[in-house]
Protein backbone atom coordinates (compact mmCIF):
# COMPACT_ATOMS: atom_id res chain seq x y z
CA UNK A 1 0.00 0.00 0.00
CA UNK A 2 1.47 3.15 -1.38
CA UNK A 3 1.05 6.31 0.84
CA UNK A 4 -0.46 8.44 -2.11
CA UNK A 5 -3.27 6.00 -1.84
CA UNK A 6 -5.87 6.46 1.41
CA UNK A 7 -6.66 3.37 3.39
CA UNK A 8 -10.78 4.31 3.62
CA UNK A 9 -12.03 5.83 0.54
CA UNK A 10 -13.87 8.52 0.05
CA UNK A 11 -17.50 8.98 0.81
CA UNK A 12 -19.65 9.15 -2.33
CA UNK A 13 -21.59 12.50 -2.56
CA UNK A 14 -24.73 11.00 -4.19
CA UNK A 15 -26.85 8.55 -2.77
CA UNK A 16 -29.73 7.67 -5.64
CA UNK A 17 -31.55 4.75 -3.53
CA UNK A 18 -31.60 7.07 -0.21
CA UNK A 19 -32.67 10.21 -2.60
CA UNK A 20 -35.47 8.08 -4.18
CA UNK A 21 -36.79 7.20 -0.64
CA UNK A 22 -36.33 10.76 0.70
CA UNK A 23 -38.80 12.11 -2.48
CA UNK A 24 -41.50 9.69 -1.84
CA UNK A 25 -41.46 10.33 1.67
CA UNK A 26 -41.36 13.49 1.18
CA UNK A 27 -44.40 13.37 -1.15
CA UNK A 28 -46.11 10.92 1.34
CA UNK A 29 -46.15 13.80 4.01
CA UNK A 30 -46.92 16.55 1.73
CA UNK A 31 -50.18 15.02 1.13
CA UNK A 32 -50.53 14.22 4.62
CA UNK A 33 -50.64 17.81 5.74
CA UNK A 34 -52.84 18.54 2.79
CA UNK A 35 -55.20 15.99 4.28
CA UNK A 36 -55.66 17.41 7.58
CA UNK A 37 -56.00 20.40 6.18
CA UNK A 38 -58.74 19.31 4.02
CA UNK A 39 -60.34 17.34 6.92
CA UNK A 40 -59.37 20.07 9.83
CA UNK A 41 -63.39 20.61 10.30
CA UNK A 42 -64.65 16.89 10.61
CA UNK A 43 -61.87 16.91 13.24
CA UNK A 44 -63.34 19.42 14.99
CA UNK A 45 -66.31 18.40 15.04
CA UNK A 46 -65.25 14.84 16.34
CA UNK A 47 -63.03 16.31 18.86
CA UNK A 48 -65.69 18.53 20.41
CA UNK A 49 -68.14 15.69 20.23
CA UNK A 50 -66.01 14.32 22.70
CA UNK A 51 -66.49 17.55 25.10
CA UNK A 52 -69.95 17.59 25.69
CA UNK A 53 -69.88 16.58 29.40
CA UNK A 54 -66.46 18.78 29.98
CA UNK A 55 -67.90 21.92 31.81
CA UNK A 56 -65.59 24.28 29.91
CA UNK A 57 -64.57 22.48 26.74
CA UNK A 58 -63.02 25.59 25.09
CA UNK A 59 -59.51 25.30 26.68
CA UNK A 60 -59.35 21.99 25.79
CA UNK A 61 -60.84 22.23 22.29
CA UNK A 62 -58.27 25.08 21.58
CA UNK A 63 -55.58 22.36 22.86
CA UNK A 64 -56.55 20.63 20.14
CA UNK A 65 -56.43 23.22 17.20
CA UNK A 66 -52.56 23.88 18.78
CA UNK A 67 -51.59 20.37 18.59
CA UNK A 68 -53.18 19.76 15.34
CA UNK A 69 -51.43 23.30 13.63
CA UNK A 70 -48.69 21.80 15.19
CA UNK A 71 -49.16 17.99 13.25
CA UNK A 72 -50.26 19.90 10.05
CA UNK A 73 -46.92 22.60 10.45
CA UNK A 74 -44.63 19.23 11.07
CA UNK A 75 -46.06 17.10 8.06
CA UNK A 76 -45.35 20.31 5.94
CA UNK A 77 -41.66 21.23 7.03
CA UNK A 78 -40.51 16.99 6.93
CA UNK A 79 -42.36 16.94 3.30
CA UNK A 80 -40.60 20.00 2.04
CA UNK A 81 -37.01 19.08 3.69
CA UNK A 82 -37.37 15.68 2.64
CA UNK A 83 -38.12 16.43 -1.11
CA UNK A 84 -35.32 19.06 -1.44
CA UNK A 85 -32.52 16.81 0.96
CA UNK A 86 -34.38 13.34 -1.98
CA UNK A 87 -32.97 15.82 -5.31
CA UNK A 88 -29.67 16.98 -3.58
CA UNK A 89 -28.86 13.33 -2.99
CA UNK A 90 -29.64 12.58 -6.52
CA UNK A 91 -27.71 15.19 -7.48
CA UNK A 92 -24.97 14.69 -5.11
CA UNK A 93 -24.55 18.34 -4.18
CA UNK A 94 -22.56 19.18 -1.09
CA UNK A 95 -25.45 21.08 0.29
CA UNK A 96 -27.06 17.00 0.32
CA UNK A 97 -25.59 16.20 3.78
CA UNK A 98 -26.76 18.40 6.04
CA UNK A 99 -30.29 18.69 4.59
CA UNK A 100 -30.79 15.47 4.66
CA UNK A 101 -29.73 15.18 8.47
CA UNK A 102 -32.22 18.37 8.69
CA UNK A 103 -35.14 16.25 6.80
CA UNK A 104 -33.69 12.92 9.30
CA UNK A 105 -34.49 14.98 12.70
CA UNK A 106 -37.98 16.35 11.69
CA UNK A 107 -39.08 13.24 10.35
CA UNK A 108 -37.80 10.87 13.01
CA UNK A 109 -41.26 11.22 14.74
CA UNK A 110 -43.24 9.94 11.95
CA UNK A 111 -43.81 6.14 12.00
CA UNK A 112 -43.34 3.55 10.60
CA UNK A 113 -41.84 5.51 7.32
CA UNK A 114 -40.06 8.22 8.88
CA UNK A 115 -38.95 6.60 11.82
CA UNK A 116 -37.30 4.06 9.91
CA UNK A 117 -36.18 6.44 7.07
CA UNK A 118 -34.74 9.22 9.72
CA UNK A 119 -32.81 6.61 11.69
CA UNK A 120 -31.06 5.35 8.54
CA UNK A 121 -30.30 8.59 7.59
CA UNK A 122 -28.72 9.61 10.33
CA UNK A 123 -26.70 6.32 10.33
CA UNK A 124 -25.10 7.13 6.96
CA UNK A 125 -24.24 10.85 7.19
CA UNK A 126 -23.48 11.03 10.24
CA UNK A 127 -19.85 10.41 11.77
Known amino acids: MSVASPAVPAPSLRHPTLGLCWIFYGVLRLAAGIWLIVFTPTATVMFGALLNRVADPFPLLFAFHFVYTCAIILSAIAGVFGLIAG??????????????????VASVSNLPIGTTLGIYTLVVFLP
Open 87 to 104: LMLLSGNKSARPLAILAA
